[in-house]
């Protein structure tokens, strides 16, 4: 069974950083891509950053190209996405995924994710 947890969300003011993580309890964590979504009230998940399984491939949303940074450690089975100049449009929770096949790049589409985390909340203040 997998299970992803998120953690890092909170409160900053606008031009502040945040640092989420999402530890993957699956032995196979090397051989998935990972993502970030992220999702508003009463809008719908959004792509954020995909890493590619190897870590060698990056992929973002152009609103957040620049500003956030996607890694994974193999050795911690974690992902992060480093969020550096925050504004108040990147309020909402963010979830991160698990591909639903190994080896791959990553996807842009929700629906290519098998596993989800729960998702942790990030407001940004102006």
């Known amino acids: 069974q997998v299970q992803l947890v998120e953690s890092g969300g909170g409160l900053v003011q606008a031009g502040g950083s945040l640092r989420l993580s999402c530890a993957v309890s699956a032995r196979t964590f090397s051989v998935y891509a990972m993502g970030w979504f992220r999702q508003a009230p009463g809008k719908e998940r959004e792509f954020v950053a995909a890493?590619?399984?190897?870590?060698?491939?990056?992929d973002y949303a152009d609103s957040v190209k620049g500003r956030f940074t996607i890694s994974r450690d193999t050795a911690k089975n974690t992902v992060y996405l480093q969020m550096n100049s925050l504004k108040p449009e990147d309020t909402a929770v963010y979830y991160c995924?698990?591909?639903?096949?190994?080896?791959?790049?990553?996807?842009?589409?929700?629906?290519?994710?098998?596993?989800w985390g729960q998702g942790t909340q990030v407001t940004v203040s102006s």
């Open positions: 890493i590619s399984w190897s870590g060698g491939s990056t």
């Open positions: 995924a698990r591909d639903s096949g190994g080896y791959g790049l990553g996807q842009k589409t929700p629906s290519m994710y098998k596993h």
